[in-house]
Each structure stands twice: as C-alpha cells, then as structure tokens.
T-cell receptor, first 113, second 113 residues
Framework: DTAVSQTPKYLVTQMGNDKSIKCEQNLGHDTMYWYKQDSKKFLKIMFSYNNKELIINETVPNRFSPKSPDKAHLNLHINSLELGDSAVYFC????????????FGPGTRLTVL | QKEVEQNSGPLSVPEGAIASLNCTYSDRGSQSFFWYRQYSGKSPELIMSIYSNGDKEDGRFTAQLNKASQYVSLLIRDSQPSDSATYLCAAQISGAGSYQLTFGKGTKLSVIP
C-alpha cells in the first residue's frame, strides 16, 4: 500500500488556469506538508497542517491555497497559474511534533506553458 | 534566517571508496538532523537521522554531528553505483518550530564503476 499518494503525477496546463493537486496519507499521521522543488532541486516548504489546522504558511503567493478536509488529506489549489509555478510539488506527512520522520509522496510535476 | 548549506557538487568517487558529504546550519536552535537521498525523478527518502553529538552508524552509512561547529556530515563506505543520487541535509528546531524541516540544496553524488 502506498503510504503517501498524490494525484496527478504530471500536470501540464496553460498560464492563467486554475488547478488542484491532491494528497492522501494512510499512515495515520497528524501533520501534512506541501513542498515545492524547483529546477535547481531546492526543496522548500510551503504549508503545513496539523490535525486539519494550518500551522506553517511560508511566504507563498496567495494564489496558492491549501485545504485539509480531514487529517488524512491535504490538497493544494493554485489560481491563475504562472510560468514560475512550474516545479515538482511534494506532499509529506509525519506523526505529530518532535523528531519523527517525514515521509514524502511521489511528487506532482507541474508544467505551466 | 534559518539556512542549511551544502556543497552542490557533483561529488564523484570511485566504486568502493568512501563518499563524504558535508552540511552546515545557521540556527543554533536546531536539534535534529536528517539525511535524505533523492534519485532523479523520485521523492526524497530518509536514510539517516541524528540528534546527539558524535557518530551514528547504520550499515554503510555514518552520520556525524558537531553542534558546537554547527556541522553535520554523512559518510558512505564502500560506495556503490546505486548510491549515485542527490543527498539532502535537513535541520529541525525544537519547540514551536519542530514541525518544520529546513533543507539544504543537496549534494549530487556520482559513484563511478
């Protein structure tokens, strides 16, 4: 069974469109994350939710809006897509606070044309 | 500004040699440190975590932590071509920020057969 899954795996779209990426974890974890990895492979945190509450909201354009309907799901909606949004987006989860390991999903490669 | 610095490489070592990967961090509040391996086109996977000063060994991998020098390293003994990947160093602070990992930009390792 896949621990952290994301859909879609690839997303190609035009500038100005609105798109969503979905993430689900079946590990029973409390905390979920969205990361962006750019073309230079730099992995940067965007958002984190703990038990459906937003706890980390880094400096990200407000075109990006996370939503957590329950603690097993964290979705990312992006409005008015721009060329610079092209990247790989990773979802991750971990159990609570402290030193627990973060487990990453397979990633969604977003290409904005 | 919390930062984690890594030499981007590429670091090339012959098969069977020891690969040494280094990382420094700026936030003295960092308590926990992680090494993730990322193959091209794949998601990061945890290979080592270290929380106390000194060495921690797991198979061919040894993580070293020196909090006074704010330095973390990863040694890979008997390097194999399958170890060729990008290695990401990450730091986590305790307390309210302990949900969050700060990643370095990664070091690309190539093991030459």
């Amino acid at each position: 069974d896949t621990a952290v899954s994301q859909t879609p795996k690839y997303l190609v779209t035009q500038m100005g469109n609105d798109k969503s990426i979905k993430c689900e974890q079946n590990l029973g974890h409390d905390t979920m994350y969205w990361y962006k990895q750019d073309s230079k492979k730099f992995l940067k945190i965007m958002f984190s939710y703990n038990n459906k509450e937003l706890i980390i909201n880094e400096t990200v354009p407000n075109r990006f809006s996370p939503k957590s309907p329950d603690k097993a799901h964290l979705n990312l909606h992006i409005n008015s897509l721009e060329l610079g949004d092209s990247a790989v987006y990773f979802c991750a989860s971990k159990q609570g606070v402290g030193t627990d390991t973060q487990y990453f999903g397979p990633g969604t490669r977003l290409t904005v044309l | 500004q919390k930062e984690v610095e890594q030499n981007s490489g590429p670091l090339s070592v012959p098969e069977g040699a020891i690969a040494s990967l280094n990382c420094t961090y700026s936030d003295r509040g960092s308590q926990s440190f992680f090494w993730y391996r990322q193959y091209s086109g794949k998601s990061p996977e945890l290979i080592m975590s270290i929380y106390s000063n000194g060495d921690k060994e797991d198979g061919r991998f040894t993580a070293q932590l020196n909090k006074a020098s704010q330095y973390v390293s990863l040694l890979i003994r008997d390097s194999q071509p399958s170890d060729s990947a990008t290695y990401l160093c990450a730091a986590q602070i305790s307390g309210a920020g302990s949900y969050q990992l700060t990643f370095g930009k990664g070091t690309k390792l190539s093991v030459i057969p």
